[in-house]
């Protein structure tokens, strides 16, 4: 496929993804700068915003089933009760941007469905197949988690936890970052571990 | 992967694990997993109490497949090693070899692929009883291809401990010795430091001396989310060291006081034996020392190199336009003396050589003071000043009028070509030496552009040793006919054609004024250029009234000289408050005609600004005092077959003119090694490096060094690189 035949497949695909950005661009949100603009369909095809949710904190959660660092995550239910956890005025996104060709791409329908059996509960689960979200974000791993203040400015970038282990059981002695940040950001505290490394699987970009 | 196979393969490793076999010294049965297999190697056969012995955990990955350095990069996961050891006894931490950098997509990871021995040290207790002993390690590492699959297994070494040293014999040496080989070093005399502006890192490494660093380097950090990994890195030459430029993670983490890790390079580290990685910690500098002018790549950095190509181009200087008159007049000299006196003639060639050498050598300590004072001065700086300019315009106005007999020198100094005294030719010659210099600076003979960079970064002993050759190169031909006069004897005896040739050797000199004049307009202005011309005009009378009644009223002849003169010096003297900005065009970069290349003024922030888009880049380092510089432009540049080339592979051109004093201009200069005009740098889309084309050129030359670019449409077709 030549570069341009894909940025039109791109356009058509992601219905006019990110705004600000090529769909080839590789850039880094940074914390304490606003967190770049982007629109992509949910499961059911519906396109979502991130200017949805203007002045609610947002979080954002890369995501791959077959991945075994979310699994991780997922089996030992720790994923679930963080979207939970922070009540309905906090909007949780998880975003997958595993491409259509790799064996780790789950269809819609398929997500629907595992999402359900796994009890998932985000606000929103967006479909990034063309990867421009990601990569307007510099998402790195899944998982790899971001917050975005009320402001739309971004506080948090990095990992779920400090067990960067694939193993279910380290869930329990970890220290979850994301509930650090949140705790600090809800007592109007500057996040003092905001940006980090993320551990977990590479994101399979197209 | 499915969860079922993700449970299966943590099944099959534990029961490989679990399956002990029968301890055999030194070795162990490997554990195999999905897709990797391990085992535990230790380097001798049984251990002695208290002694340490190195041990080893071979990952072998299937193809394709990796495993991780103790900084991943942007995915992945460190392998780690937990022992199980009798009591008293200690393992250390593993000693990680150096990674490979691997590209994911947009990311990058760190590791390693195909077969990694990672070393640990293990110290028995001292008090060891002899006899069996097995050594557990729960390994885990993560393993990727595309996909990631965390994997673990219990290993065993049986390694017993001896009671005598001949029992502990070498095992696996060949293994052990490549792991060796792949470890990094500390690297004595090496140093390194580094400064943080914004978000890059600029890495400084000042090898010992006699080394020089070599030319491919990458930087590993430790630490995590520190560097942006897959970011370019930027390297540059520092003198005989280099600077790399890191771009780092966003927003920069404060107070970062060291930038540790590792130099991995293209080929050995010269000195260290076959090591490729350096362990470095750089401090981290408020700002480092400004970049040294790294060797010439055409020099390689050798003195010897050097002086050789100062030599060559020291003689070649003499056929440049600027030094011919100088010369002309001096051949003329010779032929006096031609069919004569061997001795005077030899004499002769000799002052002539010391007035070059004292001068060139004294200009280029000038010079070194100078920039030792922190001036950013680059060869040929003295024609950056009108005011230097304005006096080689008189002086050689003077001489040529001499030359047509308008007046003859008294007091001081001698004619230059008359048969006087011995003294007063000997002074001529000398003169002659020191204004052959003056001029000649500005012309950057070929093999001299380099020789000048690599010897400006050099100790001022050698700086002045390369100049000094340069000096002997240029007088050489003059020293030799001195000394082998067989060839001016086939001149003509003197006589009346000699009045013939002095005459019309005035008229190189009065082209001189006329270039020095266009120099000039192009410092100062069109008014600087009238007022040069004015006061060159009162001076022209006043070599008039002191030769028209050179053997009459004397001192009404000298007061009137004398004033003309004043007179006219005080209107050709450049006004000290013009500053050189107040050139609004520059004479280097006329609006384009038809068939002309559209050059475009050189900035470092346009010129920034077209790298990063990708665009290709030509500059032209030029000078209105760089006589090679302008016939380049006019007989290779701007021509159409160029125009059409640069068009077709959508090549800016820009001109980064040194007319006047600029310290970006020598910064750039310095950058690529140089430090003399002309410099021609063509820079491709993608490659960090310019293709720099040689000091001469033709058309065609130019030419086919554009059109060896990528063509616009075949880029924008080539997909991204993964």
């Avoid at chain 2, 990311?107 to 002993?133: E, F, K, Q, R």
């Avoid at chain 2, 040293?165 to 690297?187: M, Q, T, Y």
């Avoid at chain 2, 048969?419 to 000649?440: I, Q």
């Avoid at chain 2, 040689?694 to 997909?719: M, N």
Wanted: hydrophobic share 50%; glycine share 8%; aromatic share 8%.
């Amino acid at each position: 496929m030549t570069r341009a035949s894909r940025r039109l497949t791109l356009k058509l695909a992601a219905a006019a993804t990110v705004a600000l950005l090529s769909p080839a661009a590789f850039a880094a949100a940074v914390v304490g700068q606003p967190a770049p603009a982007f629109t992509a369909p949910d499961l059911a095809g519906k396109p979502v915003s991130l200017a949805d949710f203007k002045g609610k904190t947002v979080i954002l959660e890369w995501h791959n089933f077959g991945c075994p660092f979310v699994q991780k995550h997922y089996k030992s239910n720790n994923m679930q009760a963080l979207q939970r956890r922070f009540g309905p005025d906090v909007v949780w996104l998880t975003i997958n941007s595993t491409h259509a060709g790799h064996q780790d791409y789950q269809s819609p329908a398929v997500l629907t469905q595992e999402l359900k059996k796994f009890d998932s509960a985000p606000t929103r689960f967006l479909m990034d197949e063309s990867g421009a979200v990601g990569r307007a974000y510099g998402a790195k791993v899944t998982p790899h988690l971001y917050i975005i203040d009320a402001t739309g400015k971004l506080v948090y970038n990095g990992a779920i936890d400090d067990k960067r282990t694939a193993n279910v059981d380290d869930v329990k002695t970890a220290k979850n970052f994301v509930v650090a940040a949140m705790d600090e950001l809800r007592a109007g505290k500057p996040v003092s571990n905001a940006s980090n490394a993320p551990y977990g699987c590479t994101i399979k970009y197209k | 992967m499915s969860f079922l196979r993700f449970a299966r393969l943590g099944g099959a490793a534990l029961a490989a694990a679990a399956a002990i076999l029968p301890a055999m010294p030194g070795v162990a049965a490997p554990v195999r997993t999905e897709r990797v297999t391990a085992e535990l190697l230790a380097e001798r056969s049984a251990v002695l109490p208290g002694q340490p012995v190195t041990v080893g955990l071979r990952l072998v990955m299937d193809k394709g497949w990796h495993t991780y350095w103790r900084n991943p990069g942007d995915s992945g996961l460190p392998t780690r090693i937990a022992w199980t050891l009798p009591e008293g006894w200690a393992a250390g931490p593993i000693q990680w070899p150096y990674p490979e950098a691997q590209r994911v997509g947009p990311l990058m990871n760190y590791g390693y692929s195909n077969d990694v021995v990672l070393l640990s040290t293990i110290t028995p207790s001292a008090n060891a009883a002899p006899g069996p002993v097995t050594l557990t390690a729960k390994a885990d590492w993560l393993v990727c291809e595309d996909i990631c699959i965390p994997e673990k297994a219990t290993l065993t070494l049986a390694l017993p401990v001896a009671s005598s040293a001949s029992e502990a014999k070498p095992a696996n040496a060949s293994l052990f010795d490549k792991a060796r080989a792949n470890l990094p070093v500390d690297a004595k005399g090496w140093r390194a430091e580094s400064s943080i502006a914004g978000n890059l890192l600029t890495l400084r490494l000042v090898p010992p001396p006699e080394a020089t660093a070599p030319a491919a380097v990458t930087f590993f950090p430790f630490r995590e989310n520190f560097v942006d990994h897959p970011a370019e890195q930027r390297l540059a030459r520092d003198g005989n060291g280099i600077r790399l430029a890191v771009k780092l993670v966003e927003p920069v983490a404060p107070g970062l006081n060291e930038a540790a890790g590792l130099l991995v390079a293209g080929s050995a580290w010269p000195g260290l034996g076959e090591a490729r990685a350096i362990n470095i910690a750089a401090p981290v500098m408020a700002s480092l020392p400004p970049a040294a002018e790294s060797a010439g790549s055409a020099l390689g950095g050798s003195l010897i190199l050097a002086l050789v190509f100062a030599l060559a181009g020291g003689m070649l200087l003499n056929l440049m336009p600027c030094v011919f008159p100088v010369l002309g007049i001096k051949v003329m000299g010779f032929v006096q003396h031609a069919h004569g006196d061997n001795r005077a003639l030899r004499l002769q060639g000799v002052v002539f050589t010391l007035g070059v050498l004292v001068s060139f050598v004294a200009l280029a300590a000038l010079l070194l003071a100078l920039r030792a004072g922190g001036a950013q001065l680059g060869w040929g700086f003295q024609l950056q000043s009108p005011a230097f300019v304005t006096a080689l315009a008189a002086l050689f106005l003077l001489m040529g009028l001499n030359l047509f007999g308008v007046f003859e020198w008294g007091g001081f100094a001698q004619s230059l070509t008359s048969n006087v005294s011995a003294r007063g030719r000997y002074g001529d010659a000398f003169l002659a030496g020191v204004l052959a210099t003056a001029v000649a600076t500005p012309c950057t003979a070929p093999f001299m552009g380099a020789a000048v960079g690599f010897t400006l970064a050099q100790p001022p002993a050698v700086s002045l040793a390369v100049f000094a050759t340069l000096a002997l190169g240029m007088a050489l031909p003059v020293l030799l006919l001195s000394f082998f006069p067989a060839a001016l004897r086939r001149l003509p005896k003197p006589g009346p054609w000699m009045e013939t040739f002095k005459q019309l050797m005035a008229f190189p000199l009065l082209a001189t004024v006329v270039w020095l004049a266009w120099v000039l307009g192009a410092q100062a202005g069109n008014d600087a250029v009238l007022a040069l011309l004015a006061g060159l005009l009162l001076l022209s009378m006043a070599a008039w009234v002191y030769g028209r009644w050179a053997h009459g009223a004397g001192i009404v002849r000298i007061v009137a000289a004398g004033l003309l003169a004043a007179i006219g010096i005080a209107i050709a003297w450049p006004g000290g408050n013009q500053p050189a900005s107040a050139v609004a065009t520059s004479p280097g970069a006329p609006a384009a005609r038809q068939g002309e290349v559209n050059w475009q003024p050189w900035t470092p922030e346009r010129f920034a600004e077209l790298r990063a888009v990708g665009t290709p880049v030509f500059i032209d380092f030029t000078a209105a005092w760089c006589v090679t510089c302008q016939v380049n432009k006019r007989v290779a540049l701007n021509r159409e077959v160029v125009a059409k080339a640069m068009a077709d592979r959508g090549v800016v051109a820009l001109q980064a003119d040194w007319t006047n004093y600029d310290p970006r201009i020598t910064a750039a200069l310095a950058e690529l090694g140089r430090n003399a005009l002309p410099v021609y740098a063509l820079y491709a889309p993608g490659e960090p490096k310019p293709r720099l084309l040689p000091e001469v050129l033709t058309a065609s030359l130019v030419a086919d060094e554009i059109l060896k670019l990528p063509s616009p449409k075949a880029a924008a077709s080539t997909p991204p690189s993964r």
